[in-house]
């Protein structure tokens, strides 16, 4: 039997990657009018990076990576997301001490071991960007309106969703209040959530099984145990965003699949096929718990492969052109279709000669948009017969 590709890693052509393509280069060019500078950050990673960052009882960790080890029996994982990764780079080149505040963005593949489907993948793209060094909450807003730019370029139909998760001073109290919750909960909570309501109570608010869900819709919030400087925090970048005009939605069950997120987190949802397109919040801690000195820092990723689901006009390739020579004029035509392509035209050439109805045939199954005919007339006159394949119209005209 032939090799078949790797299930949940998938080739992308066609039609589908000029979505994919499109939604890479809008979101990288708003990207760029922010002032984020591109890292290109490699696939693989000690394994421990993620442990430590993404935290140990979350998904991703206990049963969704790609983990391997290399000659020297050091464990390495491709890398599930992307934060981690440049979290150590920013410590890796000294960033902290060179820079005011850091703007880092990065592309990529990202692997996870999840069970395929529509949007899901185990080889998925994600652009990521993070800002280190500012912990007001201006840079909050400013990363979520983002956000919503892309969104908006895009002309996706998605709503933002925010959340406080509080900080080391307000999340404890909280964590003890849910897990008293959570007890009283228990034949309601799917395997998986039962083992983790004591140890992450937290993570059980993210659970995708519905009896969880119905089960914390009536859980304690976090907004309700946020302290004075949270609360703060989390009011002052509601009011920015309906400041700067950018629609939001609160929901108080919105906790992120990993342990890194302080204070602000937020999602873009698209209502129709509910799913999360971008995801993202703060990780105030993450630069000191990888050994760094304690920096303040946020950002977001987006799937790229979820926003070119959701992408509504797909971008046409560029008219095509087919230069036909018909006759003793093959060095005439290859300069005529150099010229064209020099003119930024997409040209393709009939290099199988034959009758001029069997390269005609040739140039309507390539989807040509016109025929260029190019006889011993035409050669010796130095222009083309320029033949619209939708009209049929056919004219002389100088090159
Ligand atoms: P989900 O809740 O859908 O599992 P997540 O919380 O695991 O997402 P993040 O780790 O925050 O997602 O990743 C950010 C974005 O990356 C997601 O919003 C989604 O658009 C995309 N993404 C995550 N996992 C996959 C996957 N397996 N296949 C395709 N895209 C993905
Ligand atoms: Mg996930």
């Known amino acids: 039997m032939a090799i078949q590709s790797v299930r949940g890693f998938n080739d992308l052509l066609g039609e589908e990657l000029a979505r994919f393509r499109r939604a890479s280069s809008v979101v990288r060019s708003v990207l760029e009018r922010h002032n984020f500078e591109e890292i290109l950050l490699p696939v693989v990673e000690y394994a421990e990076l993620f442990q430590r960052s993404i935290g140990e009882i979350t998904d991703i960790v206990q049963k969704e990576m790609f983990l391997f080890k290399d000659r020297k029996g050091r464990l390495l994982a491709l890398r599930p997301e992307g934060t981690a990764g440049a979290v150590r780079a920013f410590l890796e080149h000294k960033f902290y001490a060179e820079r005011p505040y850091t703007k880092l963005f990065y592309e990529g593949p990202m692997f996870r071991y999840e069970r395929p489907q529509s949007g899901r993948y185990r080889q998925f793209h994600q652009i990521g960007a993070e800002l280190f060094g500012v912990a007001e909450p201006s840079a909050d807003a400013e990363i979520i309106s983002v956000v919503y730019e892309l969104l908006k370029e895009l002309e996706i139909d998605s709503v933002i969703e925010i959340n406080s998760l509080g900080?080391?001073?307000c999340r404890p109290p909280y964590r003890e209040a849910l897990k008293e919750f959570?007890?009283?909960?228990?034949?309601?909570?799917?395997k998986d959530c039962l083992g983790r309501k004591d140890r992450n109570?937290?993570?059980?608010?993210?659970?995708?099984?519905?009896?969880?869900?119905?089960?914390?819709s009536d859980a304690p919030?976090?907004?309700?145990?946020?302290?004075?400087?949270c609360k703060e925090h989390y009011s002052q970048l509601k009011e920015l965003l309906t400041h700067i005009n950018i629609p939001f939605r609160e929901n108080f069950n919105l906790v992120r699949g990993l342990d890194y997120y302080t204070r602000t987190v937020f999602e873009a949802v698209s209502d129709s096929l509910g799913i999360t397109v971008v995801a993202g919040g703060r990780y105030d801690y993450l630069v000191q718990e990888l050994g760094g000195p304690p920096t303040p820092a946020l950002g977001f990723a987006v799937g790229v492969e979820r926003l070119?689901?959701?992408?509504?006009?797909?971008?046409?390739?560029?008219?095509?052109?087919?230069?036909?020579?018909?006759?003793?004029?093959?060095?005439?035509?290859?300069?005529?279709?150099?010229?064209?392509?020099?003119?930024?035209k997409r040209v393709e050439f009939s290099y199988r000669r034959g009758g001029l109805r069997k390269q005609l045939d040739f140039a309507n199954r390539l989807g040509a948009k016109y025929a260029v005919i190019i006889g011993e007339d035409e050669a010796k006159e130095g222009v083309v017969s320029l033949k619209d394949m939708d009209s049929g119209e056919q004219k002389k005209v100088k090159i």
């Open 221 to 229: 919030k976090m907004v309700d145990y946020l302290c004075d400087s």
């Open 182 to 190: 959570l007890a009283q909960k228990e034949e309601h909570l799917c």
């Open 167 to 169: 900080c080391k001073e």
């Open 308 to 344: 070119a689901l959701l992408l509504k006009d797909i971008p046409k390739p560029k008219e095509l052109y087919v230069v036909i020579p018909f006759g003793d004029v093959l060095p005439y035509a290859l300069k005529v279709a150099k010229a064209l392509r020099s003119k930024g």
């Open 201 to 216: 109570p937290l993570r059980v608010l993210d659970c995708k099984e519905k009896s969880c869900k119905l089960a914390v």
